[in-house]
């Protein structure tokens, strides 16, 4: 941690937790247990996020795509996400941690949505960090949602076709409500970001590293934002990152607007 500047965090950090199915077949296990030991990291890096103050936290914890995974496999995240909502209630409260969802998240089972929507609710009021956790996710899924939300609002005559731009475009999309990423780190070693905030990403810096998730520890965590404070970040301009200059973050999502 003695490597973080403090004064110089990035605001948004974004997480792609991939290598837990790895992790279990070189320990001989079954894959399932490599996703409980990645529940672990997970509650491990929220705290470590929190201690070093981050204003969001966005995790790719199930995407559209997973759903074709095995049933067992699928059924056993499905318990494991409803045992963190229930067992990080009180912690995500006692420490000022807001928890919100993107994705489709309708199809989720009734049960898991149910706890999910219930910790969402008690923890909104909260503002010292804002948890994100991606579920039924997909990014291109996402856009092409907002692209059908906006064309609905164009034909009902509701929205000036003319005056969509990416501002405009940006407040429709979920997953923008906490602004852009700066920072996107990967974990297991493939060098892909899998169709995960394919808009909030446009100008994030990118860390990746072959420690699989359940090996991730704070110390990963701090490395990664180390090596985003050495980058010169001049989206696309030629001022340097020292101005202070960043993209405009967009508003929040549009009252009335479901996506």
């Known amino acids: 941690m003695s490597l973080v500047d403090l004064r110089a965090l990035p605001r948004h950090v974004a997480i792609i937790m991939d290598g837990n199915g790895r992790w279990a077949q070189r320990q001989g296990f079954l894959r399932t247990l490599g996703h409980r030991e990645g529940s672990e990291s997970v509650r491990r890096i929220v705290r470590a ?78 503002d010292r960090m804002t948890l994100t956790l991606a579920l039924s996710y997909g990014g291109q899924e996402e856009i092409a949602d907002a692209a059908r939300e906006i064309a609905r609002q164009a034909a009902a005559g509701a929205l000036d076709p003319e005056r969509v731009d990416v501002r405009s475009f940006g407040n429709v999309l979920p997953s923008m409500e906490v602004g852009p990423v700066d920072l996107l780190v990967r974990t297991s070693g493939e060098l892909r970001i899998s169709n995960f905030l394919l808009w909030a990403t446009a100008y994030a810096e990118l860390h990746f590293t072959e420690r699989l998730w359940p090996e991730f520890t704070e110390a990963d965590l701090y490395d990664a934002i180390a090596a985003y404070q050495m980058r010169d970040r001049r989206f696309g301009r030629i001022a340097s990152a020292a101005t202070g200059e960043r993209p405009p973050a967009a508003a929040p999502v549009a009252s009335g607007v479901h996506v």
């Open 49 to 126: 996020s929190r201690r070093l103050g981050l204003d969001a936290l966005t995790l790719y914890a199930f995407s559209e795509q997973n759903w074709e995974r095995p049933q067992l496999e699928v059924d056993a995240l499905m318990h494991l996400l409803e045992d963190f909502l229930v067992s990080e209630r009180d912690e995500l409260i006692e420490r000022g941690i807001r928890l919100r969802t993107i994705g489709r998240r309708h199809r989720l089972p009734a049960r898991v949505r149910g706890v999910l929507e219930g910790v969402m609710q008690d923890t909104e009021h909260l």
